[in-house]
C-alpha cells in the first residue's frame, strides 16, 4: 500500500485549524517581547461593515474578517509537517 494512502483529510483540516488558533495564541501572547515581536506581524482583511438583508420577518447580517499573522502561518507549516508523519 502506497505512504499515506489512509490518511483522512479531516485529520489535516483539524490539524491546520489547531495550527492557526495556536499560532495566533502565541503571536499575541509574544507580542510584547521585542525579539519575538515579528510572530505578531500581519494584515487584518474582511468586512469593514457587516452587510444586512432585511426581509421584513426575518433579518439576515453577514460579516467575515479574518486576522493572518505569521505565527498563523508558522502553526501551518508545523500543521502540515505533524501530518506528514502521521
Do not use: C, E
Amino acid at each position: 500500500m502506497a505512504r499515506g494512502a489512509g490518511k483522512n483529510s479531516w485529520a489535516l483540516f483539524l490539524l491546520v485549524l489547531a495550527g492557526i488558533v495556536i499560532g495566533s495564541f502565541i503571536a499575541q501572547a509574544t507580542s510584547g517581547i521585542s525579539f519575538l515581536k515579528w510572530l505578531s506581524y500581519g494584515s487584518h482583511f474582511g468586512l469593514t461593515k457587516p452587510l444586512t438583508l432585511d426581509l421584513g420577518i426575518l433579518v439576515l447580517t453577514f460579516a467575515l474578517s479574518i486576522k493572518i499573522t505569521l505565527g498563523s502561518i508558522v502553526g501551518i507549516i508545523i500543521a502540515a509537517i505533524i501530518y506528514h508523519f502521521i
